[in-house]
């Protein structure tokens, strides 16, 4: 199989990042029902839905508004049609933890909500990455060029650091971790804390990898994001060193 994998069925040439994009969406909402189902939830089925608007606004409006400042030569370069079709899932992760945070003040819902999103989001990225990985160099999860054995041909004839395959492995370790701690005792919306500062920390890492051209004191834009999500958590970050301690 070559990459970017770009099949032909009856003379059309499918879209696999973008068919992939949408089985990502409609598994991990399968897959939360089913959570939901087998969970007693202590939020209610109304306020939920508000959480869940909450988190759909946030997360297109914080997708969109991290993509374009990771890309912001594509505003003057491009129409404002394809500047609204610039995404990242950083953003969109984010953007959507505080469009629930701004849902839950407007309702008064003091419950964590996170938990039960968690192991979905995570399967959801999965779905996704598969695509990404797919395209290759048409989706900027490639890397830099190097002579590491873990390099590949991702569709320029230059080996590279295929970024979303090792972000595939990781979120298969992830899944599994945190899955483990959902069967644990621990405060309500911890599962999901840890996911976000697990996640956000290693895609600060592998941002290094990436071949990055608008820097900001030396970091990109998802890490200047990253060190924010870890800023908006440092709370429960300590409270976990000192537990640890």
């Not at 202590?42 to 959480?51: Q, V």
């Not at 600060?204 to 908006?232: A, D, H, M, R």
């Amino acid at each position: 199989m070559e990459i970017p994998f770009e099949p032909v069925v009856f003379g059309l040439q499918i879209n696999v990042h973008l068919i992939l994009e949408y089985l990502a969406f409609f598994v991990g909402y399968r897959y939360y029902v089913f959570l939901k189902k087998n969970e007693k939830d202590t939020i209610t089925s109304s306020n939920r839905l508000h959480i869940i608007l909450g988190a759909a606004i946030g997360a297109f409006l914080g997708s969109r508004i991290i993509g374009i400042l990771e890309h912001p030569q594509t505003i003057l370069q491009h129409s404002i049609v394809h500047v609204m079709n610039v995404k990242t899932i950083m953003g969109g992760l984010f953007g959507g933890l505080l469009g629930v945070e701004a849902a839950k003040k407007i309702i008064g819902e003091k419950e964590s909500s996170g938990d039960l999103f968690t192991l979905p989001i995570i399967l959801g990225l999965f779905i996704g990455r598969i695509g990404c990985f797919l395209v290759g160099i048409k989706e900027f999860t490639y890397g830099k060029a190097t002579s590491f054995f873990t390099g590949m041909d991702l569709g320029d004839g230059i080996s590279r650091h295929p970024l979303a395959l090792y972000e595939l492995i990781y979120l298969v370790f992830l899944f599994s971790v945190l899955k483990k701690f959902l069967n644990k005792t621990l405060e309500n919306g911890a599962v999901f804390k840890w996911f976000m500062i697990s996640y956000f920390g290693f895609r600060f890492c592998i941002e290094f990898l990436k071949p990055n051209e608008f820097f900001v004191l030396g970091l990109s834009t998802i890490q200047i994001l990253c060190i924010t999500c870890w800023l908006y958590y440092y709370k429960f970050i300590f409270k976990a060193v000192k537990y640890a301690r």
